[in-house]
């Protein structure tokens, strides 16, 4: 495989396919989930559903197919998003009266149907999540990244007033992105509001969780936006208040997407494969019994015994006894794939009540006996997910860069980021990324106060703190 600091994007590129992730579609853009691919996203899945309805969302689902006039009613919406449509006009065996759009994100339809169903202010909050594919046409497909087809959540909801539409948008952003982020994927998180340019299409405001790539890159793993009135207005979603007086709803939309799978493969992948967070692990633990003739089916057994033992404690153990390939083949493979704890059983470990413990990271190789294996292994797991967010943190904290000066900003984009004033306009934001591929990431919800003169222009600058800025996916 092309190692990382020679071409991060041949690394990844190879990677993904490697490592059984996923396959290229047939239609350009699109990808195969493949199984082990599709167990990491499941993982993430669950967990995030969990954290969803915990924040009192309701799942619920909506048709693929959007009316085109749908689209058109909100002007900066249909904007944004018009060159990314995928569009229906012949079914049936004829043409269609109105062409369909397959969704991109569902505001619309969603809308449509809030509007039907809140007439008082005892309808609301109204608070949905759909679990979906979602269809943007892309020009430049990345496996994961950016793919024209995407699963994801979608969560909608709809508030009396501006005070719980807003705690909401933060609720989603904080309580579901920022911990599912740290907590499973192991990934440091910065969370703060899109600058105008960065918005979502349609949106008061737009706020993001950044994260850092191992080539320095950002990627946005997660966005909450803010819709004020603007989608109720476009759909007429109004309520009675107490006072009987007629009043439009305010509106809040999230995302989480698989490219969240890229992401753990960016920020913590190496030059030997992915590094899976146990939490987000399809096998946590993989068990290679080493025994040829008289031993192959005594060691086989007592992998397979500690594997079900393994289980019964709660961890995802597989053991590898595929018969023809030997056993330095399978540690590459393993490692390649990503697996936290690789243990090794052969006939004299057995007799010793013991097996061989890898680790993927740190080169730690020791040998754990077999009666405390669950319990130790509960451990070394937990310590490997708390060690990936902190050298993950490190790695970021290291390659960030606080500065007022032009050159120092250049050379701190070229390898990460820079926390930069800036004057707010997008027409500086624009130059900035002519000369330099960086863009505004974030403005950090937990940034010190700061003001003076624009990192690029020189005109006062804007927001009251420091943006980040960076290369991003
Ligand atoms: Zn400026």
């Not at 693929?64 to 995928?86: C, K």
């Amino acid at each position: 495989m092309t190692p990382q600091s020679e071409d991060f994007s041949a690394w990844y590129n190879e990677l993904v396919i490697k490592a059984e992730l996923v396959d290229r579609g047939p239609v350009r853009g699109t990808m195969v989930i493949r199984p082990y691919g599709y167990r990491i996203w499941e993982l993430l899945q669950s967990e995030l559903d969990r954290l969803i309805k915990e924040t009192g969302h309701q799942n619920a689902y909506f048709p693929l197919l959007i009316p085109q006039s749908y689209l058109e009613r909100e002007a900066e919406h249909v904007e944004g998003f018009g060159p990314e449509f995928a569009v229906v006009t012949h079914a049936g065996g004829k043409q269609l009266e109105e062409p369909l759009i397959v969704r991109p994100t569902s505001e619309t339809v969603i809308g449509e149907f809030m509007a039907k169903w809140v007439s008082s202010y005892r309808d609301l909050p109204l608070l949905l999540n759909q679990w979906a594919n979602v269809v943007r046409w892309e020009l430049r497909p990345r496996m994961f990244l950016r793919t024209t087809e995407f699963l994801w959540q979608e969560g909608h909801t709809a508030y009396a007033d501006e005070a719980g539409a807003v705690a909401e948008t933060m609720r989603a952003l904080d309580e579901i992105y920022a911990r599912t982020a740290r907590e499973l994927a192991a990934m440091p998180v910065i969370e703060g509001e899109k600058t105008p340019t960065e918005r979502f299409a349609g949106a008061v405001s737009t706020f993001s969780i950044e994260a850092m790539m191992r080539d320095g890159r950002a990627l946005q793993a997660g966005t909450s936006h803010y819709l004020g009135t603007n989608f109720a207005r476009a759909f007429n979603i109004q309520y009675t208040g107490e006072d009987g007086q007629l009043s439009h709803a305010h509106t809040t939309s999230f995302g989480m997407s698989t490219r969240m799978i890229g992401g753990v493969i960016m920020t913590h992948g190496d030059d030997k494969g992915l590094v899976l967070p146990p939490r987000l692990a399809p096998y946590q633990v993989v068990i290679v019994p080493i025994g040829r003739g008289d031993h192959a089916a005594e060691v086989t057994e007592a992998a397979t015994t500690l594997a079900a033992r393994l289980a019964g404690a709660g961890i995802r153990a597989h053991v590898d006894d595929r018969p023809q390939l030997s056993p330095g083949f399978k540690f590459n493979d393993w490692e390649l794939r990503g697996v936290p704890i690789r243990l090794e059983l052969g006939p004299r470990d057995l007799a010793a009540g013991s097996a061989v413990m890898a680790l993927r990271l740190g080169g730690v190789k020791e040998p754990i006996s077999l009666e405390g294996a669950p319990a130790r292994l509960a451990d070394e797991l937990a310590a490997f997910q708390d060690l990936l967010l902190e050298r993950a943190t490190e790695f970021r904290d290291a390659r960030t860069v606080t500065t007022d000066q032009w050159d120092d900003f250049t050379k701190a984009v070229a390898t990460g980021w820079a926390r930069a004033l800036h004057c707010g306009t997008p027409e500086c934001e624009e130059l900035i990324k002519a000369e330099t591929g960086a863009t505004a990431r974030c403005i950090p919800l937990d940034g010190e106060p700061a003001s003076g003169r624009c990192i690029r222009c020189d005109l006062p600058s804007a927001y009251g703190k420091r943006v980040i800025f960076g290369r991003a996916y």
